[in-house]
């Protein structure tokens, strides 16, 4: 547990399942890693406590990123304890699921707030105290390559997500800061146990080249690739983690 000794990351959405398998796997390499959370403060103390038995270093932090009062507030208090940025994780995310004839304006409005505004201006403070060689990987969909009418706003702005990473990683090469987006095929978490039945898994085996869904771990693993000095040369880049699933 040495490769990440020493820095510090922010991970976004860390009380629960894509989120809360790459904040354990950051601890694990050596990071402190600060645990977003939006609403469940049990979730997020259940993940420090994790990572904390397992040798690692985390505290909670708390933010609606629909909110710009509240990521403010997040980042004062990160500020408060002295707490450095060296390593963004941009996981948190709002779905909703509706066709665009059924899309209201709020439900348009939650979605877009949260994933694309609060992911962009989380980025803006993180990047304010980043130093050289710091980190920034957000966490797509693969909506964005696959037709999901019925989650039209979200693919929207995960596609927004993914064309940020470009422009923000030219901007930050001269300071040695990395800029990369990860798309996690089907993965099994609780959030998507309540559409894979038996059936749907099945379906998703057969479309996908390595015939199974991923796993949580196998997603953390690539972004803890990423987070790493082995992935100084790697920026702007949008890769796929889904076992060559192909919808």
């Known amino acids: 547990m040495s490769g990440l000794s020493g820095k510090a990351a922010l991970v976004t959405g860390a009380s629960r399942g894509i989120g809360r398998g790459i ?9 402190t890693v600060a645990i977003h959370y939006g609403r469940d403060a049990k979730a997020a103390e259940e993940t420090v406590a994790a990572i904390k038995a397992a040798g690692g270093q985390a ?17 004062a208090a990160l500020d408060a304890r002295d707490a450095k940025v060296d390593i963004l994780v941009n996981n948190a995310a709002t779905l909703i699921s509706a066709h665009i004839q059924d899309t209201t304006e709020e439900m348009f409005e939650q979605v877009v707030s949260t994933n694309l505004r609060g992911t962009y201006f989380v980025t803006k403070y993180a990047i304010e105290r980043m130093g050289k060689g710091g980190r920034i990987i957000n966490l797509s969909s693969n909506c964005t390559r696959v037709a999901y009418p019925e989650v039209s706003v979200y ?23 990395t800029v990369n987006t990860v798309v996690p095929g089907i993965v099994d978490t609780d959030m998507n146990a309540s559409w894979l039945s038996e059936d749907t898994k099945a379906y998703v085996h057969g479309l996908t080249a390595l015939g199974r869904l991923g796993s949580v771990e196998e997603i953390a693993n690539v972004v803890a690739f990423l987070a790493s000095e082995q992935a100084s040369w790697v920026t702007a880049q949008t890769i796929e983690a889904s076992g060559g699933c192909r919808i």
């Open 23 to 31: 904040a354990e796997r950051l601890g694990r390499d050596g990071a």
């Open 59 to 75: 505290f909670p932090v708390q933010a609606d990123l629909s909110s710009m009062a509240d990521i403010k507030a997040m980042f």
């Open 155 to 177: 693919g929207l702005t995960k596609a927004g997500i993914e064309n940020m990473a470009l422009g923000l990683a030219q901007q930050l090469g001269a300071r040695g800061i």
